[in-house]
């Protein structure tokens, strides 16, 4: 008849648990069955009365410093913002909402909307892609 050596079963059961939580170094962090967050919609900029104002977080807005408002997406998101028109894109941080009546989809600081080139026009057709948070940042 078969005997059972439970020690050695229980070093083997040790050794697979051990294996299954390791993480080696190096390794990349797999995000499984997560969708990229892509929006699509138009986006606008601040008027130059909220300038020193309190943002949503608490940070004080400057409209020659790159931030945006939003309603759809999650305070302190890291996004890049696309104009479509033009292509031209930029990585901001959420750090404010909109008027909740507000139907846009990013309001971005003037400084935002100066490097996606829409300051003359106003409003632009906009992709807003979140990212993970940009090395330095």
């Not at 409209?63 to 309603?71: E, G, H, T, V």
């Not at 292509?87 to 100066?114: C, E, T």
Request: with cysteine; aromatic share 10%.
């Amino acid at each position: 008849m078969y005997k059972i050596n439970y020690f050695n079963h229980a070093v083997f059961i040790l050794i697979i648990s051990a294996l299954s939580i390791l993480k080696f170094a190096g390794e990349p962090e797999i995000q499984h069955s997560k969708k990229p967050v892509v929006k699509y919609g138009i986006a606008s900029y601040y008027a130059q009365k909220f300038n020193g104002k309190k943002t949503a977080t608490g940070s004080i807005y400057n409209s020659k410093k790159i931030s945006a408002a939003c309603n759809v997406l999650p305070l302190r998101t890291w996004v890049k913002v696309t104009n479509l028109k033009n292509k031209k894109w930029i990585i901001v941080r959420i750090n404010d909402r909109l008027h909740r009546r507000n139907k846009r989809l990013i309001d971005l600081s003037k400084a935002g909307a100066q490097k996606l080139g829409y300051i003359k026009s106003g409003i632009t057709k906009v992709k807003v892609e979140v990212i993970k948070k940009p090395p330095g940042k």
